[in-house]
C-alpha cells in the first residue's frame, strides 16, 4: 500500500467513546493493519490495549485526516490532560494540531484566518511550555513538519514563547500575544507566494525587494481583519527591525522596537539558523548562537541575546 493513503495521529487524540468514526489502522513493517472499521466505535478497552503494547502512533486514510485533525483540535484540552497517554504523545498531538491549523492557514490565509482559533491553539501551547522543564522533544518534533512556513512558524512560537516566559515571567498574561505574533510572523510570505506547498519554495522566491514586503503584507492583512492585538500587529510588522537599525521595514532603533517583538525577531533568527536550507546544513544551537553573538552589535540588544542564550543552552544546548 502507498504510504501517502494514511497519515499518522497520536495514540492521544484517540479518545475512547468519542472518537469521530472513521477507521483506524495501525502500521507494521511498511503494511497498514485495519485495527477499526468506522462503523466500530473507539473503546476504553481499545485504548488499554494499545496503550499496553506501547502503540504511540495509529494511522486514517487521508481523506479522513481534516476530520481527525478538527476533532483533536476541538478536544485538544481532555486530550493533553490525559493521564493514560505520555508526555511524547500528548508532544504529538500538540505539533499535529498546531501544524494543521498552519497549513489551513498558509494555504488560504483569507478563508482559515480566525484569531480566536490561533488564540486557542497558542494557549495550550502556552500551557504546555509553561509547565513542563524542557521543551527539547517538542520542538525536535516541530521540525518534522512541513512545508517550511509550517515548522518554522511553529518552532519561532515555541522559542518565543519559552524566552518570555522566563524573561518576563511577571508578564505571563502577554505570552498568549507572543504565541500568536509568532504563529503569524511571516503570514506575509503567503500572500506573496502563494504556493508555499514545497520546502523549497521558500527559499527560492523572486527577489530581495519582494521577500522584504513580507512584514508589511503580513500586517495590512491582520489588521484588516480587526481581530489581533497591538502586540501582534507590531511584531509582525517589525520582526525584521534590529536593534541598531538597518532592518525593514521602518529602520526602527533600540527602544522605537517593542520588547515583545524583539523577542519574536531574535526567536525568528534563531529558528532559521537550526533548520537545513537549500544553501546550508542546518547550525547546532551552539552554533547558532555563535552566529548571532557575532551579529548581535548590529541586530539584537547584548543584554536580551545574553538572557535569550543562557534559556537556550539550559533548554537545548
Ligand atoms: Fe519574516
Ligand atoms: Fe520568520
Not at 499518522?8 to 502500521?27: D, K, N, R, W
Not at 478536544?75 to 489551513?104: F, G, M, P
Not at 513538519?145 to 516566559?165: D, E, N, R, T, Y
Not at 547558532?288 to 537545548?316: G, P, R, V, Y
Request: hydrophobic share 35%; charged share 25%.
Amino acid at each position: 500500500m502507498s504510504l501517502a493513503l494514511y497519515a499518522p495521529i497520536s495514540i492521544a487524540c484517540v479518545i475512547p467513546g468519542i472518537f469521530p468514526q472513521v477507521a483506524l489502522y495501525t502500521e507494521s513493517r511498511g503494511n497498514y493493519v485495519l485495527y477499526k472499521d468506522e462503523t466500530r466505535p473507539f473503546t476504553d478497552e481499545d485504548s488499554d490495549r494499545l496503550l499496553n503494547n506501547n502503540i504511540s502512533t495509529m494511522y486514517v486514510r487521508t481523506g479522513d485526516f481534516d476530520v481527525v485533525s478538527r476533532f483533536a483540535e476541538e478536544n485538544l484540552s481532555q486530550i493533553l490532560q490525559r493521564e493514560d497517554v505520555d508526555h511524547e504523545s500528548k508532544c504529538d498531538a500538540l505539533c499535529q494540531t498546531s501544524s494543521s491549523y498552519l497549513n489551513d492557514i498558509f494555504s488560504d490565509p483569507e478563508k482559515s484566518q480566525d484569531a480566536a482559533r490561533c488564540q486557542k491553539l497558542t494557549g495550550h501551547l502556552a500551557k504546555h511550555i509553561s509547565e513542563n522543564k524542557s521543551i527539547a522533544s517538542l520542538f525536535e518534533k516541530m521540525s518534522i513538519s512541513s512545508p517550511f512556513a509550517v515548522k518554522h512558524s511553529m518552532q519561532v512560537a515555541a522559542i518565543s514563547m519559552l524566552a518570555w516566559s522566563k524573561l518576563f515571567p511577571e508578564q505571563y498574561d502577554l505570552l498568549v500575544d507572543v504565541g500568536v505574533a509568532s504563529m503569524l510572523h511571516d503570514i506575509g510570505m503567503c500572500l506573496i507566494m502563494p504556493n508555499l506547498s514545497e520546502e523549497k519554495d521558500y527559499w527560492t522566491t523572486p527577489s530581495v525587494d519582494e521577500i522584504k514586503r513580507h512584514p508589511i503584507e503580513g500586517y495590512v492583512f491582520l489588521r484588516k481583519h480587526g481581530q489581533y492585538s497591538d502586540l501582534v500587529l507590531d511584531a509582525v510588522r517589525h520582526h525584521h527591525e534590529r536593534y541598531f537599525g538597518g532592518g525593514y521595514p521602518g529602520g526602527l532603533k533600540g527602544d522605537e522596537i517593542r520588547i515583545t517583538t524583539q523577542v519574536v525577531g531574535l526567536a525568528d533568527m534563531y529558528c532559521t539558523l537550526v533548520v537545513d536550507r537549500p544553501t546550508r546544513k542546518a547550525s547546532t544551537p551552539e552554533e547558532a548562537l555563535a552566529i548571532i553573538n557575532d551579529e548581535t552589535h548590529k541586530c539584537f540588544s547584548t543584554l536580551l541575546f545574553t538572557a535569550f542564550k543562557s534559556i537556550i543552552m539550559e533548554q537545548l544546548g
